[in-house]
C-alpha cells in the first residue's frame, strides 16, 4: 500500500516560484512512475509532471521550461519546482503514484495512488 502526503502550497504573485513536496510511503520500491496533477473545480485532473525510476521525465506543454520535477534517490519524496507562476496555474496539485507499469502517462486513469492535494493560488 501506498501513501503519498503533499506540502509546499501556498499564495503567490505571478512570476513567483513555489516548491511543492510529496512524502512516499509504503510499497513505493515498486513504483514505476511518481508525479504531479492539478485539478479546478468543474476540469479534469490535468497531469503536469512525471517522473520514472530511470528518472525519465515528461511535461504538460503549458509548465514545460516553468516546472521541474525531481525525485530523491530511494524515491521516497518527489518534488516540483514552479517558476514564473501565472494566474492559470491556480489549482489543487495533486501527487500520484503508478505501481507495476512502465512509461510517463500525463493521464490521471493511469494512476492509482493518490494524495490529499495542496492548494497553489497564484494572483
Known amino acids: 500500500h501506498v501513501q503519498l502526503v503533499e506540502s509546499g502550497g501556498g499564495s503567490v504573485q505571478a512570476g513567483g516560484s513555489l516548491r511543492l513536496s510529496c512524502a512516499a510511503s509504503?510499497?513505493?520500491?515498486?513504483?514505476?512512475?511518481m508525479g504531479w496533477f492539478r485539478q479546478v473545480p468543474a476540469n479534469r485532473r490535468e497531469g503536469v509532471g512525471v517522473?520514472?525510476?530511470?528518472?525519465?521525465?515528461s511535461y504538460t506543454d503549458s509548465v514545460k521550461g516553468r516546472f521541474t520535477i525531481s525525485q530523491d534517490n530511494g524515491r521516497t519524496a518527489v518534488y516540483l519546482e514552479m517558476d514564473s507562476l501565472k494566474p492559470e496555474d491556480t489549482a489543487m496539485y495533486y501527487c500520484?503514484?503508478?505501481?507495476?507499469?512502465?512509461?510517463?502517462?500525463?493521464?490521471?486513469?493511469?494512476?492509482?495512488?493518490w494524495g490529499q492535494g495542496t492548494q497553489v493560488t497564484v494572483s
Open positions: 500520484a503514484a503508478r505501481v507495476g507499469y512502465t512509461g510517463l502517462p500525463l493521464d490521471a486513469n493511469e494512476y492509482g495512488y
Open positions: 509504503g510499497y513505493i520500491a515498486r513504483s514505476d512512475c
Open positions: 517522473i520514472d525510476t530511470n528518472g525519465g521525465k
